[in-house]
């Protein structure tokens, strides 16, 4: 089984950066962090469920949502087991929960949907204030 932790979330008024990490314990099939694909989602209020951002295995290919492509960064760092989502420019617009997701399976092409995730995150709020 896989562990994420989401940590970094919080009230921050527009305009503002705030940096999500993800950090992950435990395997899945015998497999590392180093080999997962892994996502960030995100949730705001009787909304649903919708992707952010991805990054490979190797970190070589990284996916952002039009709706924050030049303000959101996904990063990883695998000898720390972490995944980074760097947030700057942030609206009132990026308030949601959000989600750290990891797909085993890993390849080249990490998922943009949240169904080919098998272990997630319990969240961390993000409040943009404007």
């Known amino acids: 089984q896989v562990q994420l932790v989401e940590s970094g979330g919080g009230l921050v008024q527009a305009g503002g950066s705030l940096r999500l990490s993800c950090a992950a314990s435990?395997?899945?099939?015998?497999?590392?962090?180093?080999?997962?694909?892994m996502g960030w989602f995100r949730q705001a209020p009787e909304k649903d469920r919708e992707f952010v951002a991805a990054i490979s295995w190797s970190g070589s290919t990284t996916y952002g949502a039009d709706s924050v492509k030049g303000r959101f960064t996904i990063s990883r760092d695998n000898a720390k087991n972490t995944v980074h989502l760097q947030m700057n420019s942030l609206k009132p617009e990026d308030t949601a929960i959000y989600y750290c997701a990891a797909d085993p399976q890993g390849g080249y092409y990490p998922p943009r949907v949240d169904n080919e995730y098998d272990y997630w995150g319990q969240g961390t709020q993000v409040t943009v204030s404007s």
């Open positions: 435990g395997r899945a099939s015998g497999r590392t962090f180093s080999s997962y694909a």
